[in-house]
């Protein structure tokens, strides 16, 4: 499975790279080749034995009540707040429905926002990071996920980390994303699915990734999504599960979880914030697609 220097040169790969992938005619399924859990577990953790174990079998974990309902509403009123601003204010940072002004996506809110500033830096997330990861990070990437009653509509099946090393550079698989619900995931309104263990293997995926990607597959992604032979194997093996929890549960899910959500045709509304982590021994690089670095407010390079 594995492809050779010589094999990525010629198809205009980059030399030394763990997981090559747009660079050929058909799928591939590589092996993990870092660890899923960076440190050992000890009394002093963020989190218990149980859910450690658990993380790094499944490549996800769901937390209950991490934080007070105070600190919840806060979130929620300034979520309602940048759904209203961004509706008639065009901004590079700000993704809308291909069909609609509909706002779907809000970048970098660590860094335009001080509530979810202080959010991504919160005590209890900066611990389980620096845990999960085993050296202290920083945000990769920041964003709110809108996806409104009857409207809001789907994110297809990917690994994030499949994008996050083709067109961002990042090295190795050593991050995760947090996705903090500030409305609760039923089954009925399109929650977070993740396939259980897919952390373990990384599909390379098919087709050459056009220049500035980004600007079409922020609304609806082409390139970087695994072909469907590859994603049937990978359920057959352990099948899916969904995030369902009330309003203020947590989802830790490993940067190369193969994860997507359906489109939510029910009055529940579903909005989320998701932080991305990344260990700052694994900071981006050039990309490997050999194309420019995408915008910043997608993927953080300080």
């Keep these: 499975m594995n492809s050779t220097t010589k094999e990525q040169q010629t198809a205009g790969g980059v030399a030394g790279d763990k997981y090559p992938s747009r660079l050929y005619a058909d799928a591939r399924i590589v092996d993990r080749k870092d660890p899923v859990l960076y440190s050992e577990w000890s009394e002093q953790s963020p989190i218990s034995k149980e859910q450690s174990d658990f993380y790094e079998k499944n490549g996800y974990l769901i937390l209950d009540q991490l934080f007070s309902e105070e600190e919840l509403q806060a979130w929620r009123r300034e979520l309602r707040s940048l759904n209203e601003h961004y509706r008639s204010l065009e901004a590079p940072h700000v993704i809308q429905e291909p069909e609609s002004r509909e706002v779907r996506s809000i970048f970098a809110v660590h860094d335009h926002n001080e509530t979810f500033k202080q959010l ?36 297809y099946w990917h690994s994030d980390f499949e994008t996050w090393h083709v067109e961002d550079g ?43 990607h980004f600007k079409q597959s922020l609304r609806r992604q082409e390139y970087g999504v695994p072909d469907p032979d590859s994603l049937t194997a990978l359920s057959r093996q352990s099948g899916i599960e969904t995030m369902v929890g009330k309003a203020g549960s947590v989802v830790l899910f490993d940067c190369n979880t193969m994860h997507g959500s359906n489109s939510n045709i029910t009055p529940d509304p579903r909005s989320n914030v998701f932080l991305v982590y990344n260990s700052v021994e694994n900071k981006l690089q050039a990309p490997y697609s050999g194309q420019r670095p995408r915008p910043t407010y997608i993927a953080a390079r300080d």
């Design 120 to 155: 991504a830096n919160h005590p209890k997330l900066v611990a389980i990071s620096e845990f999960l990861l085993g050296s202290k990070t920083y945000i990769h990437q920041s964003r709110i996920n809108y996806k409104p009653g009857f409207t809001g509509k789907e994110f």
């Design 170 to 212: 990042m090295p190795s698989m050593r991050a995760f994303s947090c996705s903090i619900a500030l409305e609760d995931n039923f089954v009925h309104n399109g929650p977070l699915m993740v396939i259980p263990g897919s952390q373990n293997q990384f599909i390379s995926c098919i087709g050459q990734t056009p220049d500035d």
